[in-house]
């Protein structure tokens, strides 16, 4: 619940807040007329996209760690339960 909330909503909260700026970007014919955009650019390279990056990342480790958690919760029922038989 805790990584959901402060992990993965976050996350979700990025993309939707940079989604115009991406597809604005995605849509344009001519890349080198990005100074004329309403883009946000940090050294040249438009903001929303690098924010897409980084949550992509986020995306994989969180859900890593998801997986990682629910097997390791799985071998420690099992082994639990093989302790008191």
Do not use: M
């Amino acid at each position: 619940l805790t990584l959901g909330l402060f992990g993965v909503l976050p996350l979700l909260y990025c993309f939707v807040y940079y989604f115009g700026d991406v597809l604005e970007y995605l849509s344009l014919e001519d890349k080198s007329d990005l100074e004329e955009t309403d883009i946000f650019l940090w050294r040249g390279l438009p903001y929303g996209l690098l924010w897409y990056a980084f949550c992509f990342v986020g995306f994989q480790i969180h859900g890593f760690t998801l997986y990682f958690s629910y097997n390791l919760i799985k071998a420690w029922k099992a082994r639990s339960a093989r302790k008191y038989q």
